[in-house]
């Protein structure tokens, strides 16, 4: 059955974008979105919805830890005046620039959240979906749509840790959600517990104002700077195609010795006691070295227990007098308006083919966009699993039958417990993203591009993965993709650079970024050229 009308839970990032790509197809979405604004966890009201947990997540100091060339959604770039890397409500007028720019909002209905999404008697016929929603008044409503697309993202329920004693402690125990700033901690002893980017963002934050600040962390961490070498934005550095040709090993040494280079985590007591490429958590921190060097801050291991005025951490240290323990210790998700057969609530229990599609539904008409947890820039993956979901949704893309999805399922579960010891999932984007492009039919082949336009073929593969390289090909290619393209390079540094130098030089780390990423790949298809002739 053709699909018309397509419902789309949320309107955050993996909402708006969803919105978008179904006017693309031709298809009618009726965004439900629970709060009174778009842009989700940016939006940093501290007002609760009614009946549920969800309100912004980001603080005053948060600065993203994608550069915005590489978070941009693939038709939408940034305002080039923008830093690399940028507050966080910046990012909110960015969404709200897009749901303006592609007139997203008439299709929005605001305070009005989805309580209930059923199949159909005739599911199997038709793949339709009873949706049940309560509007702005109270009222509920009932519709039937053709398809679902749920985009109410993976941060709908603070997560805290229990630990014994905790119920004893007469300070105060609070989520870094309701983390604002670290003014209000002056003179005050802190605890923050947590190994990703908040926990480092609180730490640092309380650090200048509280009294002390401790972060204790269950196993370490690994913490990247946002300067990559050469001053290259560090997921622009990383993320490109070329590094796929250069061996494992030698890169994961080549980011060992970057990281160590510029941050001697063991001796600020904050190394990750797993190998660099499983470390369960990743912080990008630009100061937390600092602030532990200048004796503001002190790393901890695990907490073992608390007693009414004391933190005890596992190593038998104590810290007396905690007025404050802060748990950046991350979020659930729940999805409490479908059943647990379609969309389980935990990674270790979550079906999702391609982390898009329910496999065991008889048919494909159910989306989840946004959740995936990948290293990286979150945005332009959303977007691509929106613009496959939305052809599936048109019978243009054909999923395989459901055997063979569910092996795919148990493989990448397989995959990331192996590597991490828990089901996060978190990958490299290129491969998935160029993967789910492929699918949608908006993947560039190199071997095109290299005979109609070398030097973009030349950024294609040596140069960062840019969002737009998705709209150069295929269905709703965008005209001014190129243009976005050659000019991302020079918008991510043009806007800092606000004295003019005039004799710049050359960096060293640049020549040796030059060297890993093209002059040791050109050799290697040199020396492998010169065997081919030769035999
Ligand atoms: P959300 O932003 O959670 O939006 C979900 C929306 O759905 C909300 O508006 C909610 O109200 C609505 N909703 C939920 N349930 C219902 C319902 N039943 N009915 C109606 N509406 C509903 N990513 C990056 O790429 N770069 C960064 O630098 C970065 N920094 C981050 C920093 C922090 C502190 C955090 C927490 C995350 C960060 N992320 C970053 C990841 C970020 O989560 C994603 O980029 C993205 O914002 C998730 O968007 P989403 O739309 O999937 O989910």
Redesign the pocket.
Known sequence: MAVKRVAV???????LVSTKTCLEEGIEPVC????EQI????VTSDRR?PG?E?RG??YDC?I???SKEM?CFSDYPFDPSVPPFIKGNQVLSYYQGYAKQFDLEPRIRFN????RVEPTKDFDMTGRWHVKSQGPCGEVDEEVFDAVMV??????KSYIPSFPGMDDFKGDIVHSCDFRNGEKYAGKTIVVVGGA??AGDVAVDTSMHAKMTYLSMKSGTTVLPRAGPGGVPIDAYINRRVRGLVPLALWKMWLQSFISYRLNMESLGLKSERPLFSSTSIMVNDLIGVRIWCGALQAKPNIARLTESDVIFVDGTVVENVDVVIFATG?EFKF??IDRSILQESYKDLELYWHIFPPRLSRQTLAM??ATNSA????PI?ELQARLAARVFKGLVELPCQERMLEDVARRKNIFKKLFDNHKIRFAPIPYCDMLAAKVGCLPRFIDLLKSDPILAFKFIFGPNYPPFYRLVGPHAWPGARHAIMKAEYNTVNPTRTRIVKNPGTDQSSLFFMFLLVVFPLCIFMMIFVMVIGT
């Open positions: 839970i949320g309107a955050g990032i993996s909402g439900f979105e629970q709060t842009g989700g966890i940016w919805v549920t969800t997540a980001i948060l993203t830890n994608s978070m009005t959240r989805v309580i985009c109410s993202g993976l941060h709908n980017h908040s979020y409490p308006f966009v946004g990286g820039a979150r945005g959303y």
